[in-house]
């Protein structure tokens, strides 16, 4: 009877071990995010399942490129995705449907053959902003259907959950991302 009793505690045991970690993993590592909305199209879709480390940011800063979930700053209980753009202490200027950092125009590859205004009504149809320390620009992919920084302005680092690294689901297009090159 005792082995009985003892064999069973040490299941319950690590079993609760088993749910600590999960459950400190999913809080501090990683955390799945569910795209909702197109201003990410063509390269993320409505539903795409991700999953978001949270942990590299702590070590290093946001590259240009990454593409970042973030508590969005005109209403910090929804979560948003966008890719960023500007960096801190970096100029951002966009002009004729153009983005140019530190005056200078950047080439962005991932956005090749989409028909891209980076104008739609709610935005004006030039923009500077200078990025403070601890501060980034951030845009959706899908220029014309996306609330960014053209929008509500810069994103603060704090707000930034983590960086997209894996699509999960849907099966089909699952995939590890990349960060695209700038020229």
Do not use: C
Request: proline residues 5%.
């Amino acid at each position: 009877m005792k082995t009985v009793l003892s064999t069973t505690l040490e299941i319950v045991k690590t079993f609760a071990i088993v749910l600590i970690v999960a459950f400190l993993f999913r809080k501090v590592i990683v955390q799945p995010f569910v795209v909702e909305g197109s201003s990410m199209e063509p390269n993320f879709h409505n539903s795409d399942y991700l999953l978001v480390d949270q942990i590299s940011y702590r070590f290093h800063e946001a590259n240009r490129g990454d593409v970042v979930v973030f508590k969005a700053p005109p209403n910090p209980s929804v979560n948003y995705i966008k890719r960023v753009i500007g960096l801190p202490g970096e100029t951002v200027t966009i002009k004729d449907g153009q983005v140019y950092i530190n005056d200078q125009l950047i080439q962005e590859k991932f956005l090749d053959g989409l028909e891209q205004t980076l104008i739609y009504a709610s935005k004006s149809k030039e923009l500077t902003q200078k990025l403070g320390t601890n501060e980034y620009f951030v845009l959706g992919d899908n220029r014309d259907n996306s609330s960014d920084s053209r929008e509500w302005g810069v994103l603060p680092k704090q707000n930034i959950i983590g960086k997209v690294f894996l699509v999960v689901y849907p099966f089909d297009d699952a995939h590890w991302l990349s960060r695209p090159a700038f020229q």
